[in-house]
């Protein structure tokens, strides 16, 4: 578990961070979004040590955040970057023995890791020889090459196409199993929608929303809100007793019925007044969430 | 249920063992495996190590030390004169020729195949030449002669030849003399000067260059997130010191080789001593200025800033070495204290002049303190600068960074 308390930083006068606190859980990824300059790579940099913050400290199962433990995490920078002019196979068993592997594990370990991105046949390549996203493979191969024990990617999709992603996303999975706590931020809602198990959503240096995606979406319980389609105009049912009409548009309208089972009852009514062509549960979307959220 | 069946699935713990290799020294590593596979680096080694070869043994080959000089001679007592002109030499410098005429004589001459040639002429004899006679050889000649012929004119006399000598020997007694030749002393000590001023530069460059390459490529941030920022100091210093060494060390068995090469084993016997004090100089002082080459790399953001961040550097490197190798006397004494100086300056006073001993304990004292200064200021800047990748700084901004 990795815990992130009270974290504030400054940059001269700007406060970047304003008491940051949000968990990322073992074997969850965890997104963490936020518009440019909300303070996600701020925090990042801060959770590797890169950077030091004013307030504010890291855990690590309970107990503040030591370099021997920051050694075995997994990091990827937002600016991309490994040695050019280094053969890929030597600077990834580098980066291996940097982050405490002895040189025979970390050398079977990335023979392993290139061949399952495809890159053996390349292993004896500089990196500048590669395509750009070839080169964010090795990146991710880099950060992954220790089997960390946590996980920070800075945007680590950002520059893939859509089939690199999903074999990336796989690789992450496959890589990161039951116990492994993944922080990764990422402008791309609808990826971290569909991949992320948690959320952290950061706004001007403030944690405005965190915890599960299904929770912030609504998806755990029974939502009460109903996307109602008529024949004829939908504008009685702000008549009737007990609904919110959040909407109304012509034959449509967008309703809370307050708790969940009062949609049959008003489905009954609407019945009576002729045919009703749509009755849909309405779950928000990701970025509904993260609009409102910043929004407040 | 037993209570040893299964263990209880331990709290994810980092799996770092601290007894891997440390991670200064996989730095130093890195740094000299790259450099040992650059072409560039290897080329221009190799370029230092055939000058410094070449410089040692180009003049003895220009000077002739190709066997003995070779003199026709036409009669026996032209071999007896050539014979003792050899064995004044002290042996193996000339070489007599036995031939049937003087036209013979001249012919070989004339081609080339004899050096000289000794035969009778108007009151004695006559050396002949092609363009020129060398006068080593003229005079030599000229001694044996007048000696061989003395000798025969005073045993005509009734005098033996030491009866002839008798008060007439002439020896030398220096009362200062010098461990080797003056300007030898002096081209050797200029020698070294050079020597530790290019591989300081040199590889000062390349520390600055290393520090950049990894903040342009932006590689500095992974590192600094695995490894102690110091470390990452400690392992180019160390990398490049060790590669400095080699180089010097390598240079130097180069020139032992050119001196055994041409035998002068002589100067050897006084160079190497000295060599010893120009190590521990060399490695004080490269090691003095490793940790502000590494500021002068981590306050550019590219190649190109190097230029004006190096400036200093090469100031603190060149300034002395101008004032060691041109400045009088008394000013080399005090320069072979100051620090970074006294590297370029003690060895070389330590070859042309008697220095005391506490002279060199106490230059080193004092190099010792300034290097641990040094390293101390240089590191503190350099773990306030390297991950400042916005734009170049400069030193004095450098200084008033407050730590974080």
């Avoid at chain 1, 500089?126 to 220790?146: K, Y």
């Avoid at chain 2, 000289?116 to 006679?133: M, N, Q």
């Avoid at chain 2, 600055?208 to 990894?214: I, L, M, P, T």
């Avoid at chain 2, 500021?295 to 060691?324: C, H, K, Y």
């Amino acid at each position: 578990m990795l815990t992130v308390s009270g974290l504030t930083r400054r940059f001269g006068e700007t406060l970047a961070l304003d008491d940051v606190r949000f968990e990322v859980a073992p074997g969850r990824l965890t997104g963490f979004v936020g518009a440019n300059g909300a303070g996600k790579t701020t925090t990042m940099r801060i959770i590797l040590g890169v950077l030091a913050p004013h307030a504010g400290e890291v855990r690590w199962n309970g107990t503040p955040l030591t370099r021997a433990t920051r050694r075995s995490f997994g990091y990827m920078p937002e600016e991309r970057g490994l040695y050019p002019k280094m053969k890929i196979r030597d600077q990834l068993v580098f980066f291996g023995k940097l982050h405490g592997l002895d040189p025979d594990a970390a050398a079977e370990r990335v023979d392993k890791l290139l061949d399952r991105l495809g890159l053996a046949e390349r292993a004896g390549d500089m990196l500048e020889t590669l395509s750009l996203g070839n080169q964010q493979r090795v990146q991710i191969a880099a950060a992954l090459v220790h089997e960390p024990v946590a996980l920070v990617l800075d945007e680590p999709f950002s520059g893939l196409d859509p089939f690199a992603v999903d074999a990336m996303a796989d690789l992450l999975r496959e890589e990161v199993g039951s116990h492994v706590p993944v922080l990764f931020s990422s402008h791309q809602l609808e990826l971290v929608e569909r991949l992320c198990d948690d959320l952290v959503v950061l706004s001007h240096g403030k944690v405005v929303a965190a915890g599960a995606v299904d929770e912030l979406r609504g998806n755990g319980r029974r939502t009460t809100v109903y996307r109602v389609v008529l024949d004829s105009d939908a504008g009685w049912l702000r008549d009737v007793a007990g609904l919110t009409v959040k909407d109304v548009d012509g034959c449509s309208a967008q309703i809370d019925v307050g708790e969940p089972g009062r949609e049959q009852e008003l489905l009954r009514a609407a019945l009576e007044r002729g045919p009703v062509r749509e009755l849909t549960p309405v779950r928000p979307a990701l970025s509904d969430v993260f609009r409102e959220a910043t929004s407040r | 249920m037993s209570d040893t069946q299964t263990e209880p699935t331990p709290a994810v713990t980092p799996a770092v063992t601290p007894a891997v290799t440390p991670a200064w020294w996989l730095v130093a590593e890195r740094e000299i495996t790259t450099k040992v596979r650059d072409k560039t680096f290897i080329g221009s080694t190799v370029f230092l190590l055939l000058i410094v070869l070449a410089s040692i043994v180009i003049p003895a080959l220009i000077s002739g030390s190709d066997g003995p000089d070779k003199v026709a001679v036409v009669d026996p007592l032209g071999t007896a004169v050539v014979k003792r002109a050899d064995q004044v030499a002290g042996g193996g410098a000339y070489e007599a020729r036995q031939l049937a005429g003087v036209p013979e004589a001249e012919r070989l001459v004339s081609d080339g195949d004899v050096d000289a040639a000794l035969v009778p002429g108007d009151g004695g004899y006559t050396v002949v030449g092609g363009s020129e006679v060398d006068s080593d050889l003229l005079a030599s000649l000229r001694e044996a002669l007048l000696a061989q012929q003395t000798e025969r004119n005073a045993a005509g006399a009734g005098l033996t030849p030491d009866e002839l000598r008798a008060g007439s020997g002439l020896t030398e007694r220096l009362l200062d003399p010098g461990p080797i030749p003056p300007l030898v002393a002096e081209l050797a000590s200029i020698g070294l000067a050079i020597v530790f001023y290019m591989t300081a530069l040199g590889f000062g460059m390349m520390i600055a260059q290393s520090v950049v390459q990894e903040k342009e490529s932006r590689v500095v941030e992974i590192l600094a997130a695995a490894v102690p920022i110091r470390a990452l100091l400690w392992g180019k210093v160390l990398g490049n010191s060790i590669m400095a060494l080699a180089q010097i060390t390598v240079i130097a068995i180069a020139a032992i080789i050119g001196l055994t090469a041409i035998d002068r084993d002589d100067l050897l016997s006084v160079i190497a001593p000295v060599s010893g004090w120009f190590v521990v100089y060399f490695v004080l002082g490269f090691v003095a200025l490793a940790s502000l080459w590494a500021v002068a790399g981590s306050i550019a953001t590219r190649q190109e800033d190097l230029q004006s961040t190096t400036l200093p550097g090469q100031m603190i490197l060149l300034l002395p070495f101008f004032f060691s190798v041109f400045a009088g006397d008394s000013a080399k004494t005090v320069a072979s204290f100051v620090p970074i100086a006294s590297s370029m300056a003690m060895p070389g006073r330590m070859l042309t002049e008697d220095v005391p001993l506490w002279q060199p304990l106490v230059s080193i004292a004092i190099l010792i303190a300034a290097t641990v200064g040094l390293v101390a200021g240089g590191a503190r800047l350099y773990e306030r600068t390297l991950l400042q990748t916005g734009r170049r700084m400069g030193y004095r901004e450098a200084i008033a960074q407050k730590a974080e």
